[in-house]
């Protein structure tokens, strides 16, 4: 059995899969209409089948190891400016990551190996998750026992930085760890005329800004990484009244934990002393939300002469400060996430992710789920 050929059998199909997601977004922990088809198919290709709320884990086969291989399901809150036959029909919904070429490569990877499952020498288990945007949706999978038994597990994204067909593949760090804080600085307000009679949160949140850009310019070795990023400041509401208080939030990235933790205590430390110097108040939280994708080095490697085995073009991949959920999966069992790359520029296929005009080259789509299938038939030889 050849992946690559079986993927190309079936290729009209992944795209139409796909575009049948693409129509019908569901957000976060909404997929109940995307996880219903998945459901029925994999039933009826023979899987057993757990689920997890909206998230679906799936095995076929036996044996002494297993694989497994996971899609993300859920959309984002957008709405799509591009003019296509399959754009969403939900208004204010897109799937502007790529989420719904995931689910449709598991689903053909699915489908492959199902036809196939004497050759498979061991269980293949398939994990198609929710809420990957922020909800944390591989936690929820990880406690509902998606990686009970489990020897190694591989993702996928669709990746608009690398030329269309190409497998990207990066040995540790991939993916940041990221976090966000929220923080309120209160002072004392009064008449714009008269700032010796208050105590002005807003030059106050002004210099912590500007404080906070420093920790990875000034507190951050100069060959790590790290990310700073205040993304919202919101006071006052007249041109002549001091506010009582500046709301803001931000964001942070990482790709060492010990990074992570600095970057932690300084802002602490900005926040409070800052405040303490003028006289003010504040309040600050700050919340990790996944860790760093950091790719089984092993298996990463595995991933490369898998690819080249079966003739799939492969690359690097360059780190990234995003952030993905798989990090958590990674954190358990020895793995990889990997990318195909989508970018197209004759087809126009130039948007970033999260952007309401993101689309997908769909005539790769079959080597993600080739690369899937060969993934799982070469890892239980």
Known sequence: ????????????????????????????????????????????????????????IADIGEGEKTIALRADMDALPIQEENDVPYKSRIPGKMHACGHDAHTAMLLGAAKIIAEHAEEFNGRVRLIFQPAEEGGNGAVKMIEGGALEGVDAIFGFHVWIDLPSGIIGIQEGPFMAGAGIFSARIT????????????????????????????????????????????TAVHAGTAFNVIPEEVEMKGTIRF???????????????????????????????????????????????????VAEKYGIRHGGVEPTMGAEDFAFYLQKVPGAFLTLGIRNEEKGIIHPHHHPRFDVDEDVLYLGTAMEVALALEFLR
């Open 255 to 305: 790709f060492k934990p010990e990074i992570g933790d600095l970057i932690q205590r300084r802002i602490r430390e900005i926040f409070r002393g800052v405040a303490m110097a003028h006289g003010a108040s504040y309040e600050l939280s700050i919340e990790e939300l996944v860790p760093p994708t950091i790719n089984d080095a092993e298996m990463a490697r595995f991933a490369r002469r």
């Open 1 to 56: 059995m050849n992946p690559v050929e079986e993927a190309l059998k079936i290729k009209e199909q992944i795209i139409s899969w796909r575009r049948d997601f693409h129509m019908y977004p569901e957000l976060k922990y909404e997929e109940e209409r995307t996880s219903k088809i998945v459901e029925e198919h994999l039933r009826e290709w023979g899987y057993r089948v757990k689920r997890v709320g909206t998230g679906i």
């Open 187 to 230: 002072g004392r307000g009064g008449h714009g005329a008269s700032p010796h009679q208050t105590v002005d949160p807003i030059p106050i949140s002004a210099e912590t800004i500007l404080a906070l850009q420093t920790i990875v310019s000034r507190n951050v070795s100069p060959i790590e990484t790290g990310v700073v990023s205040v």
